[in-house]
């Protein structure tokens, strides 16, 4: 069975610190792979996509990155942390459009 | 282009009441239609989907949810709250490589 796992469950960073947060996806091959943030009270905002391997589609202009180094793996980055970052994010996997997404557990960020 | 709307961004309900939250989409192509509900700080969970077939769908936790292509709806409903169904609830429906999302259903569930 599939399985996404996300680390870690929560993080506090200061401001202008960088960040990185791992996303992995076992038992599935070539998902689509996707980073959502949720800010207080609000609803999810989609950052960043990924259909392959080093493609990625962004939807938000930001100081956020991501990057897909392996089929499995996707990952958020930032070099330099805002207060406006704080939020919790979420990463989501899909195989066909009909299948909908599987989220992992969610990273809570709080930029201090 | 698809897009979701969810009616009501807070909705309380006594215990033991009917739980009714309301999604209208829209989509160019024949949807395929979410709900996911998420707890505190945890990830969401697929509750059904629609893709094909029956158009009243039975998820988990004693949900359904009705495709109702003539109103482009697709309302969730519960028959009788129970206290563990606070939560926030979203509907989406789904695009060529990603799902649109509603802003989401707070369920308040008053003992």
């Known amino acids: 069975s599939q399985t996404i796992h996300q680390w870690p469950a929560t993080l506090v960073q200061p401001v202008g610190s960088p960040l990185s947060l791992e996303c992995t996806v076992e038992?599935?091959?070539?998902?689509?792979l996707y980073w959502y943030r949720q800010a207080a009270g609000r609803g999810l905002q989609l950052l960043f996509y990924?259909?392959?391997?080093?493609?990625i589609s962004s939807e938000v202009p930001q100081n956020l990155s991501a990057s897909r180094p392996q089929d499995r793996q996707f990952i958020l980055s930032s070099k330099k942390l805002l207060l406006s970052d704080s939020g919790f994010y979420l990463c989501?996997?899909?195989?066909?459009?009909?299948?909908?997404?599987?989220f992992g557990s969610g990273t809570r960020l709080t930029v201090v | 282009a698809q897009s979701v709307t969810q009616l009501g961004s807070h909705v309380s309900v006594s215990e033991g009441a009917l739980v009714l939250l309301r999604c209208n989409y829209s989509?160019?192509?024949?949807?395929?239609l979410f709900w996911y509900v998420q707890y505190p700080n945890q990830g969401l969970q697929l509750l059904l989907k629609?893709?094909?077939?029956?158009?009243l769908v039975k998820g988990i936790n004693g949900f359904e949810a009705e495709f109702k292509k003539s109103e482009t709806s697709f309302h969730l409903t519960k028959p009788s709250a129970h206290m563990s169904d606070a939560a926030e609830y979203f509907c989406?429906?789904?695009?060529?490589?990603?799902?649109?999302f509603g802003t989401g259903t707070r369920l308040t569930v008053i003992p």
């Open positions: 990924s259909v392959g391997i080093g493609q």
């Open positions: 989406a429906v789904s695009g060529a490589n990603n799902l649109f």
């Open positions: 989509s160019s192509v024949p949807p395929y």
């Open positions: 989501a996997w899909s195989g066909t459009p009909q299948g909908g997404y599987t």
């Open positions: 629609y893709t094909t077939g029956a158009t």
């Open positions: 038992g599935t091959s070539n998902p689509n």
